[in-house]
C-alpha cells in the first residue's frame, strides 16, 4: 500500500474514532448493564410479581382489562396492551393523557391478566435500567440525541473499515495474534488494539450498523406511518372523529383469524402512532424465535370490528425489528448475553488503548520538535 494512501486511511481512522470514542464509551458502558437487564431489574426487585394463584385460574377479556387499567389511571386513555414475554399472564399497559403523548411521558405498569390488579413497573418508569436506557438511546435528549448517537454510530462504522485496512499491511510483518513484549509500552498497546479490535471486528460492525439503525428508529416509524399506514387508512381520510369505542374484547380472536399461525405482541390503541384515529392495530408475531421480532399489523376498524387490512411489513420495519435484540444479545438466551458482554468489555479496552495511543504519539511529536528546535 502506498504511504499517501496510508497516510490518508490512518487520518481517517484516527479522526473517526477520536470524534466518537466518548460516545461510544459511554454506549459501551451503558449497554453493558442492558445486556442483562431482566436480571438486574430481577436483582433489584424491579420486576413486576403477579400473585400465586391456580394454574387454571381464567383471563378477564380485554375490555375488562381495559375498565381496570382506566379505573387504575382515571383521566387518562389507553394506548397499548403488550403480552409480558416471562409471565403469560401479565399485560404490559401503557397509559397517558391523551392517546398521542410521546413515549416518555407515558406512564407504564402491569396488569394481573386474571385479576385485572395493577402491578407497578419501577423499571419502565424512571428506574436504574430506565436511566441507562435513555442515556444509552438518546442522551436525555429525544430524537436529537438519537440523531447524534446515529451519527457517531457512523463514524464508529467507519473507524471499523479504516482501521482494517490499516491492520492488513500490518498482518504481513507479523504473525497474527503477536504482541511484541520485548518492545516499548506503546508498541504493547498498539499490537493489543489490533488484536482486540480484529478478534472483535464482526460483532462490533454489527452492533454498530444494528444501533445506527435503533437510533433512527423514529424517522423509521414515521417513513411507516406516512407510506405503508396513510396508505391502509385512506379510506377513513375524510371519516368524523369516533365518539365511542367498539369494546376490546374480541380483538385478539379478530386477529388471530386474519393473521393465522400467529400471535399477539401488543394493541396499539386509536390514536397512537401506531394505529390511526379509527383503527385498533394488533401486531401479530411469529411463533419461531426468529419471526417473534417480525411484526404483522392488523387494523380493525375501532367502530364496527372488521378487519380493514392485515399489512405486509416493509423492508425498513423488518431491519428495525430484527436489529434492536440482535443490538443487545437477545437472540440466543444467557450464552450470548455472556458473549456480548465479554465483547463489549473488550471494546472499551479498544477504545480506551486508541485514546491512549493517540495521546502517547502526541505527546512524543511535541518532544520530538522541541528537541529539533534547540537542537544547533
Known amino acids: 500500500m502506498k504511504s499517501q494512501t496510508i497516510r490518508r486511511w490512518s487520518f481517517i481512522h484516527t479522526w473517526t474514532s477520536l470524534i466518537c470514542t466518548v460516545f461510544l464509551l459511554m454506549l459501551a458502558l451503558t449497554g453493558l448493564p442492558l445486556i442483562f437487564h431482566h436480571e438486574i431489574d430481577h436483582l433489584l426487585g424491579d420486576s413486576p410479581q403477579l400473585r400465586e394463584m391456580p394454574a387454571e385460574t381464567p383471563h378477564l377479556d380485554l375490555q375488562q382489562l381495559v375498565r381496570a387499567a382506566e379505573a387504575h389511571r382515571p383521566g387518562e386513555v389507553m394506548q397499548y396492551f403488550g403480552w409480558d414475554e416471562d409471565d403469560p399472564n401479565g399485560v404490559v399497559t401503557i397509559m397517558a393523557k391523551t392517546a398521542g403523548t410521546e413515549p416518555n411521558s407515558s406512564h407504564t405498569f402491569m396488569l394481573d391478566a386474571r385479576t385485572g390488579e395493577a402491578v407497578a413497573m419501577p423499571s419502565a418508569n424512571g428506574g436504574l435500567m430506565m436511566v441507562m436506557l435513555r442515556l444509552h438511546v438518546d442522551l436525555f435528549a429525544g430524537l436529537p440525541g438519537k440523531l447524534l448517537l446515529a451519527f457517531m454510530g457512523l463514524l464508529f462504522v467507519l473507524a471499523i473499515i479504516s482501521g482494517t485496512v490499516l491492520y492488513l499491511p500490518f498482518m504481513r510483518r507479523l504473525k497474527f495474534a503477536s504482541v511484541r513484549h520485548d518492545k516499548s509500552t506503546r508498541l504493547r498497546w498498539l499490537d493489543l488494539h489490533n488484536l482486540i479490535g480484529v478478534v472483535t471486528l464482526t460483532w462490533a460492525l454489527v452492533v454498530g450498523v444494528t444501533g445506527v439503525i435503533s437510533a433512527c428508529a423514529d424517522l423509521i416509524i414515521a417513513a411507516w406511518r406516512n407510506d405503508s399506514l396513510s396508505a391502509m387508512i385512506a379510506p377513513y381520510r375524510d371519516a368524523p372523529p369516533l365518539t365511542q369505542l367498539a369494546p376490546a374484547s374480541c380483538l385478539l380472536d379478530i386477529a388471530a383469524q386474519a393473521a393465522p399461525g400467529m400471535r399477539p405482541d401488543f394493541i396499539a390503541f386509536p390514536g397512537t402512532r ?96 522541541s528537541t529539533q528546535k534547540v537542537a544547533p
Do not use: C
Not at 399489512?311 to 420495519?317: F, K
Not at 485514546?355 to 512524543?364: E, S
Open 274 to 369: 401506531f394505529s390511526s384515529e379509527h383503527h385498533y392495530a394488533v401486531f401479530m408475531k411469529g411463533s419461531s424465535h426468529l419471526t417473534s421480532h417480525l411484526l404483522t399489523p392488523v387494523l380493525i376498524d375501532a367502530a364496527t370490528l372488521q378487519v380493514t387490512a392485515v399489512a405486509e411489513r416493509p423492508w425498513y420495519m423488518d431491519a428495525m425489528g430484527m436489529s434492536q435484540p440482535l443490538h443487545f444479545g437477545d437472540y440466543g438466551g444467557m450464552p450470548m448475553k455472556v458473549l456480548w458482554a465479554v465483547l463489549d468489555g473488550l471494546t472499551i479496552i479498544v477504545l480506551g488503548s486508541g485514546v491512549y495511543l493517540w495521546l502517547v504519539r502526541r505527546r512524543n511529536s511535541r518532544v520530538l520538535n
